[in-house]
């Protein structure tokens, strides 16, 4: 398995899932997951995908920069960080943000989303 390889696939498949159906992203998270959005905290898969889908805005498309990932822990887990930019619908400039990623291996060989933290980047 090549960690940068699972990184860059999971990512494609989060931001695309994000900006077409943000309620699919719920099967990423299990109860013990954690989201910090904007400083925010929220646990749980139900009460992420909750958090996710009633953001103020319907559409967006994340534009990434740089998916950096490296390995975490003897359970096989990974740390993956990506940096990029948000095009909100009906806004002109784009807003830049950056993401941190804990994934851990499940036993049917995928992963799942134990830590997940989003920010702005504000300049």
Do not use: W
């Not at 953001?55 to 990506?82: E, K, R, W």
């Amino acid at each position: 398995m090549d960690p940068d390889a699972v990184a860059k696939a999971f990512v494609e498949h989060y931001y695309r899932t994000f900006d077409s159906n943000r309620a699919g992203l719920a099967n990423l998270y299990q109860e013990g997951s954690m989201l910090t959005f904007e400083g925010a905290k929220t646990q749980g898969a139900q009460a992420i995908a909750a958090k996710i889908s009633s953001l103020p805005f319907q559409q967006c498309i994340h534009n990434i920069s740089t998916v950096d990932c490296q390995p975490s822990g003897p359970a096989g887990g990974m740390l993956v960080f990506v940096s990029g930019s948000l095009q909100l619908a009906g806004e002109q400039h784009a807003l830049k943000f950056s993401q941190m990623f804990h994934l851990m291996p499940t036993p049917q060989g995928s992963f799942y989303v134990l830590n997940d933290i989003f920010r702005l980047n504000y300049a």
